[in-house]
């Protein structure tokens, strides 16, 4: 379901919830979202810094925020295994935290959108734990300063992307599924290339 501005319009506490789903709903402002994996001031500026998409997987909740007010709402799947930080390839588990976004023209899914997984911070853990060597921290991170996709063939998994197919079960690898409707709305709100920054909350 999506949000219409007029909705938007009538006076209401920052918190309230606006569409009642599996838990919290969507918020009207970036103020009220919950924190998320080490938080910092930091991410309060750029949850306030133009277009933001945050993804709340507790509340299977997408929202779109244009200078900190909600403009748009829709419901997600998760990965098939939704709570913690993605870790490793196949583990179904959905990435959180800060990723850029881009277009994905080439998929199995009609419309895709690349969610830029991993990111630097993910890559640093990963080199930290074994998970990947000292060359892939590097590819994964010049990717990154770029911003183009990072690599995906790596032992921390990739491919993950926003796309359709429905919202109503936690039943991808690990992606964020819109219905395809929802999807349409989307991309119809961001710029061409569906650059955009994305923060993924538990």
């Not at 997408?62 to 419901?75: N, Q, R």
């Not at 799947?77 to 990723?99: A, C, I, N, Q």
């Not at 074994?130 to 060359?135: A, K, S, V």
Request: charged share 25%.
């Amino acid at each position: 379901m999506v949000l219409a501005s007029r909705e938007l319009a009538a006076p209401a506490p920052k918190s309230e919830v606006l569409h009642p789903g599996p838990a919290t709903g969507c918020t009207l402002d970036v103020d009220a979202l919950p924190s998320g994996r080490g938080a910092t001031a930091r991410d309060t500026d750029r949850l306030h810094e133009g277009r933001v998409l945050v993804a709340q997987k507790s509340a299977r909740r997408m929202m779109l925020y244009d200078a900190g007010e909600l403009e748009a709402c829709w419901t997600i799947g998760l990965g098939f295994s939704p709570v913690g930080h993605k870790r490793v390839e196949g583990d179904g588990t959905t990435p959180e935290g800060w990723y850029q976004t881009s277009d994905k023209p080439w998929s199995l899914f009609d419309n895709a959108i690349a969610v830029h997984y991993p990111a630097t911070r993910d890559a640093v853990a990963a080199r930290r734990d074994g998970r990947i060597g000292r060359r892939q921290l590097k590819a994964i991170s010049a990717a990154n300063r770029r911003g183009a996709v990072p690599p995906q063939q790596t032992a921390m998994g990739g491919a993950i992307l926003i796309h359709g197919g429905g919202s109503s079960s936690d039943w991808t690898l690990g992606c964020l599924a819109l219905d395809d409707d929802d999807l349409l709305d989307l991309r119809s709100r961001l710029d061409e290339n569906m650059r955009t920054k994305l923060l993924v909350l538990p």
